[in-house]
């Protein structure tokens, strides 16, 4: 039996390390939003598996041995002798955001199947997390995860469900109605302010956090990077989470620590605050360095940062 179940697109990243505006010095990382859960969960001690696709090609097997000495279970990831492993690149754009650039149409992941799925082994895990990413890379991929959701749904499995809008994926309109749907078949929405932004263009994020806990999940949680978050029960009970401040790197994959460490968090049994505020020090911890995998926490870290960041609010309140 295992924690968590991730299912998605692995993204082998290319990251620009160029001020200069040019585009010729990169750094590898590794990428792919519901990989980067997996590895996540695991560093902090649960016990995390993958389900995905991957090429026959050398993307594919680093992936795999990253996964490996991750300790993430890769017996659901199969390898597609006809398609290669996904990449994609993080160029600045002139106003110092950064932009993503896929190659990855027609990937091995793209072209999961539902036939790829093993109930009885996501019957047995404690939460399945898929994300709208894996929903928008293609059609197969879309059935496959709507095909994992109601075999954790029937078995009693928690379906975590992180939006992740990526405009360059689908039509915005095709995106919200994924994101709806799926609103209505999670147990705990994640969601940011710029996927909020990117589906209801300017709509207030508060009105729009109600309608999506009224729609069906446990919780929602909206993720608002170095501002902290808010939770959201279905009853309508709000937790405002702080954010801790740290010398922020790099953010890319900062959300995805978090979800993780929320559902970790969770599993262990912790209250809503609680995993949230274990959740923004492990996404807190991520943003610190460079790329989304390299500078994951492990559980002690994380625990030690918190720690050390009681000892401050404590002396603060007692001096
Ligand atoms: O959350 C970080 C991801 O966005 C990044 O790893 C790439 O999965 C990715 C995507 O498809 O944008």
Same mark, same amino acid.
Request: glycine share 12%; charged share 25%.
């Given at each position: 039996?295992?924690?968590?179940?991730? @299912?998605?697109?692995?993204?082998?990243?290319?990251?620009?390390?160029?001020?200069? %505006?040019?585009?010729?010095?990169? &750094?590898?990382?590794?990428?792919? +939003?519901?990989?980067?859960?997996? $590895?996540?969960? /695991?560093?902090? %001690? !649960?016990? !995390?598996?993958?389900?995905? =696709?991957?090429?026959? +090609?050398?993307?594919?097997?680093?992936?795999?041995?990253?996964?490996?000495?991750?300790?993430?279970?890769?017996?659901?990831?199969?390898?597609?002798?006809?398609?290669?492993?996904?990449?994609?690149? $993080?160029?600045?754009?002139?106003?110092?955001?950064?932009?993503?650039?896929?190659? =990855?149409?027609?990937?091995?992941? &793209?072209?999961?199947?539902?036939?790829?799925?093993?109930?009885?082994? $996501?019957?047995? !895990?404690?939460?399945?997390?898929? &994300? %709208?990413?894996?929903?928008?890379?293609?059609?197969?991929?879309?059935?496959?995860?709507?095909?994992?959701?109601?075999?954790?749904?029937?078995?009693?499995?928690?379906?975590?469900?992180?939006?992740?809008?990526?405009?360059?994926?689908?039509?915005?309109? @095709? @995106?919200?109605? $994924?994101?709806?749907?799926?609103?209505?078949? &999670?147990?705990?929405?994640?969601?940011?302010?710029?996927?909020? +932004?990117?589906?209801?263009?300017?709509?207030?994020?508060?009105?729009?956090?109600?309608?999506?806990?009224?729609?069906?999940?446990?919780?929602?949680?909206?993720?608002? %990077?170095?501002?902290?978050?808010?939770?959201?029960?279905?009853?309508?009970? =709000?937790?405002?989470?702080?954010?801790?401040?740290?010398?922020?790197?790099? #953010?890319?994959?900062?959300?995805?620590?978090? #979800?993780?460490?929320?559902?970790?968090?969770?599993? +262990?049994?912790?209250?809503?605050?609680? !995993?949230?505020?274990?959740?923004?020090?492990?996404?807190?911890?991520?943003?610190?360095?460079?790329?989304?995998?390299?500078? @994951?926490?492990?559980?002690?870290?994380?625990?030690?940062?918190?720690?050390?960041?009681? /000892?401050?609010?404590?002396?603060?309140?007692?001096?």
């Amino acid at each position: 039996m295992v924690d968590l179940i991730a @299912l998605g697109e692995p993204l082998v990243e290319f990251g620009a390390r160029s001020d200069t %505006g040019r585009l010729d010095t990169f &750094s590898l990382g590794w990428g792919g +939003d519901t990989s980067n859960v997996a $590895i996540a969960a /695991a560093r902090l %001690g !649960a016990s !995390a598996a993958y389900v995905s =696709r991957v090429g026959d +090609d050398e993307f594919g097997r680093m992936f795999r041995d990253l996964w490996k000495e991750e300790g993430v279970d890769t017996s659901a990831v199969e390898v597609d002798p006809d398609a290669p492993t996904g990449i994609y690149f $993080i160029v600045p754009d002139p106003e110092g955001q950064k932009r993503f650039v896929y190659y =990855r149409r027609g990937s091995a992941a &793209s072209r999961m199947q539902p036939a790829d799925l093993d109930p009885d082994w $996501i019957g047995g !895990a404690r939460v399945l997390h898929v &994300s %709208g990413i894996s929903q928008a890379i293609s059609e197969a991929a879309l059935g496959t995860v709507a095909a994992a959701m109601e075999i954790a749904e029937d078995r009693g499995v928690m379906v975590s469900y992180d939006a992740n809008v990526r405009r360059q994926l689908q039509p915005v309109a @095709l @995106l919200r109605a $994924i994101f709806e749907m799926s609103l209505g078949r &999670s147990d705990i929405v994640f969601v940011s302010g710029e996927d909020l +932004d990117a589906l209801y263009d300017g709509r207030p994020h508060d009105e729009l956090l109600e309608e999506a806990a009224d729609a069906g999940p446990r919780l929602v949680v909206l993720k608002r %990077g170095a501002e902290g978050s808010t939770i959201l029960t279905r009853s309508g009970d =709000r937790t405002e989470v702080a954010p801790f401040e740290v010398d922020a790197a790099d #953010a890319t994959g900062a959300g995805d620590a978090f #979800a993780a460490a929320f559902l970790v968090a969770r599993l +262990d049994g912790r209250d809503v605050a609680d !995993a949230g505020r274990f959740a923004s020090a492990v996404g807190a911890l991520t943003a610190t360095g460079l790329g989304a995998v390299a500078p @994951l926490p492990t559980r002690e870290q994380a625990e030690e940062f918190l720690q050390r960041e009681d /000892a401050v609010d404590g002396g603060a309140a007692g001096g």
